[in-house]
């Protein structure tokens, strides 16, 4: 997280506001027509995780053989639907400076063909998690992030255009991660040997179960990335260039939650196809709250402070900038809960059910911040709305992990996380914002704020924030990793 966010530093300098809003935009346009590929992502991580469960011979390897088949697929439709629809669309709706537009298509293709390469390997970067070999995974994943930071660098110290530099790096960087996963798992893993023919079942389950996640992920994807093109049709790239800003932040919280769910998913999905629900709720509730004091305490000193943090990460940040990315923070926030209730109701198998009821909160996001900004409202009001759909999508998603999982207790969670997480969130704001209020200088201000929040999150959180079973739970932890030897293997 924090290399992606400095190689944000390095790419915004060497690209200049406008370019670095022509960036956003065009990759955007690349990640509208990929939505299939984290939907495929998760069906996969889901069906593998299900099939270690079972403990089926063959199951795993039937499972990686109809996966590679549907990304191959996959690719090939995506390339189709770039070098067509994408391409028009670049070149004839978006907001481009003429003098722009030949270097925005060259880095277009860069960035269709670094997707291509980024969703062949998931098949095998899925087999690596849904193994829980997670120090192999984080170890490619740091190096992917160093790769690119060293890319960030060179365009610094290259004098020809910047974009089309970043976009080949890029491509150059996803290649050998493609490459690296693929011989990972193929080295370490015997079920990852491509055969055929293909168990056409066990390939329409998975087809079955990705349509409807395609859903959610257009509904997801529609969010973020059509509303960043209503920004640049209705206010230009410079507008556009501060939400590429906000969309960083927003990326890097991703980044920080998706690694919790990463660990997490497997061993909540094959709980659930065991029928453990007992461990399959403790890891529920961990997972909630391990996700929320820990995006609490990165993000709310960040939002009190957010113009000197721009100001020390980008240089000199707009007003704009500064609004949008207090605002993407909250939403980043709300929609980091969701993480846990969607991997219990994957694992149940009712995604259809789930998507129609929770996506349908999302899907209005498009057309009511189109319908604003036609009755002439701010760039604002995107996130406004943004925010207003993450609640309801939430109390949505409540509502369906309570209909098909009934280890889920409603007013257990209230009691036990929401209440007592939002008890601890006023604290903290209250205190972070007489600090805010107290202390004139900007940089010693930022300390004050970072540590007041550090201490107060932690220590609010054991207090206030987990049960007393669950208090004497993590003291158990703790004494076994500092005993070592045999009290830690069993804990």
């Not at 109809?66 to 770039?82: F, M, N």
């Not at 690694?259 to 629900?277: D, Q």
């Not at 198998?349 to 349908?360: F, P």
Request: charged letters at 10%.
């Amino acid at each position: 997280m924090a290399i992606n966010l400095y190689s944000v530093r390095l790419v915004l300098k060497a690209f200049g506001t406008i370019d670095y809003g022509v960036y956003d935009v065009v990759t955007g346009v690349v990640l509208l027509l990929s939505s299939a590929s984290s939907v495929m992502a998760t069906a996969t991580q889901r069906f593998y995780a299900t099939a270690l469960g079972e403990g089926i011979t063959g199951r795993f390897a039937a499972v990686f053989s109809a996966t590679v088949a549907l990304y191959a697929l996959l690719s090939i439709v995506i390339i189709v639907l770039g070098e067509t629809l994408g391409l028009w669309f670049v070149n004839h709706v978006l907001v481009i400076p003429p003098h722009r537009l030949a270097a925005a298509n060259t880095l277009y293709q860069f960035s269709l063909v670094t997707f291509v390469f980024g969703i062949l390997h998931v098949p095998f970067s899925s087999a690596i998690i849904s193994h829980e070999d997670l120090g192999l995974f984080a170890a490619v994943s740091v190096g992917e992030s160093i790769a690119k930071l060293g890319v960030a660098e060179l365009l610094t110290r290259l004098s020809n255009d910047a974009m089309t530099n970043y976009g080949a790096g890029l491509l150059v960087v996803a290649v050998l991660v493609a490459t690296i996963f693929s011989l990972l798992a193929i080295s370490r893993y015997d079920e990852c040997r491509y055969s055929a023919p293909l168990n056409r079942a066990l390939l329409g389950k998975i087809l079955a179960f990705s349509g409807w996640l395609s859903f959610g992920s257009l509904a997801g994807v529609g969010l973020v990335q059509v509303l960043s093109i209503l920004v640049n049709l209705f206010f230009g790239p410079a507008v556009s260039a501060a939400r590429a800003i906000s969309l960083q932040l927003s990326n890097a919280i991703s980044i920080f939650t998706g690694s919790l769910v990463t660990a997490a998913r497997p061993a909540m999905i094959r709980a659930h196809s065991e029928g453990a629900f007992e461990y399959l709720n403790i890891l529920f509730s961990a997972s909630n709250k391990f996700i929320f004091y820990g995006l609490t305490l990165l993000c709310a000193p960040i939002i009190f402070e957010m113009d000197t943090v721009l100001g020390l990460w980008l240089g000199t940040p707009s007003n704009m900038a500064v609004l949008f990315s207090r605002l993407i923070l909250v939403y980043a926030v709300i929609m980091a809960l969701n993480n846990p209730i969607s991997v219990i109701v994957q694992a149940t198998g009712h995604v259809k059910e789930y998507h129609l009821v929770v996506e349908t909160f999302t899907l209005l996001c498009v057309p009511a911040t189109y319908l604003l900004y036609r009755l002439g409202f701010p760039a604002l009001m995107a996130y406004i709305v943004m925010i207003i759909a993450a609640v309801a999508a939430h109390a949505a998603r409540l509502w369906c992990i309570r209909r098909y999982y009934h280890g889920f207790d409603l007013s257990e969670y209230l009691r036990d996380f929401i209440l007592p997480a939002l008890t601890v969130l006023a604290i903290l704001a209250a205190v972070l914002y007489g600090v805010h209020r107290s202390v004139a200088n900007a940089l010693l201000r930022l300390v004050v704020q970072v540590g007041t929040s550090s201490v107060l999150t932690l220590g609010l959180g054991y207090v206030i924030g987990i049960t007393r079973a669950e208090r004497g739970l993590l003291k158990g932890v703790l004494r076994a990793r500092t005993g070592g030897g045999v009290s830690e293997r069993s804990s």
